[in-house]
């Protein structure tokens, strides 16, 4: 032995889940701008809408009617928390997307409230995105964006818009809220897409 290939040299970070620039938290801090909304369930409503302009739109009962999944997912927030094996419950996003059709290639989540966020169609299909109403197993917190919010562990977090209302596809990718104010249009944690 005494031959150590460099890659194993160094100081290596205990976990190898954490992307760059990233430490581990166990609490589950609160980052919103502004105000939380609050969403009666007999008025929630989550909408799709096309360039083509075709609406689509799914009531509380509707979307409780569909197949959830578990989920069990790292989040990767850009201020550089991380939080590992996070617990969600949620339906994915394809499910909405199976009587929707559409040539858009992107998607703006607009959140009760006003928040935005624009994020590529491909990120939210494939099984990489959810609409999730529970975390760690009980109804998502309003603090956290219940009733319903947007997940997309596999960017950063701000990604995952709290309180969401629908998605309005477009041909092009059009920044949201923080995406305008300085942050990386697309926000892969494990190629640090944090500013722009
Ligand atoms: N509607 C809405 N969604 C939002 C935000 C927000 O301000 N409003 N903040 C984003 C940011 S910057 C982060 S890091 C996460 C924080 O989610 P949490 O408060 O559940 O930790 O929500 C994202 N989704
Ligand atoms: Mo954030």
């Given amino acids: 032995?005494?031959?150590?290939?460099?890659?194993?040299?160094?100081r290596r970070s205990e976990n190898t889940?954490?992307?760059p620039g990233?430490?581990?938290?166990?609490?589950?801090?609160?980052?919103?701008a502004g105000p939380a909304?609050?969403?009666?369930?007999d008025t929630w409503e989550f909408f799709?809408?096309?360039?083509?302009?075709?609406?689509y739109s799914w009531s509380w009962d509707d979307f409780m009617a569909l197949p959830q999944e578990e989920i069990t997912q790292d989040i990767h927030c850009v201020t550089s928390w991380?939080?590992?094996?996070?617990?969600?419950r949620g339906v994915p996003v394809d499910t909405f997307f199976e009587s929707v059709e559409t040539t858009s290639d992107f998607a703006t989540a607009h959140s009760f409230g006003g928040y935005t966020t624009n994020i590529p169609l491909w990120d939210l299909l494939g099984g990489k995105a959810w609409v999730v109403s529970e975390f760690g197993g009980e109804p998502l917190a309003r603090a956290h964006g219940g009733p319903a919010r947007l997940l997309v562990p596999h960017l950063?977090?701000?990604k995952s818009a709290k309180?969401?209302?629908g998605l309005e596809l477009t041909g092009e990718d059009v920044p949201g809220f923080w995406e305008s104010n300085g942050y990386h249009l697309h926000g892969n944690p494990w190629r640090e897409e944090r500013y722009s």
């Fill in 48 to 55: 799709i809408t096309t360039g083509e302009g075709q609406r």
């Fill in 82 to 88: 991380s939080k590992l094996g996070t617990s969600w």
């Fill in 156 to 158: 950063y977090f701000w």
């Fill in 163 to 165: 309180w969401i209302h």
């Fill in 37 to 41: 909304p609050l969403i009666p369930i």
């Fill in 22 to 32: 990233q430490h581990e938290t166990h609490d589950f801090p609160v980052l919103t």
């Fill in 17 to 19: 889940a954490l992307p």
């Fill in 1 to 10: 032995m005494g031959i150590i290939s460099s890659g194993f040299r160094g």
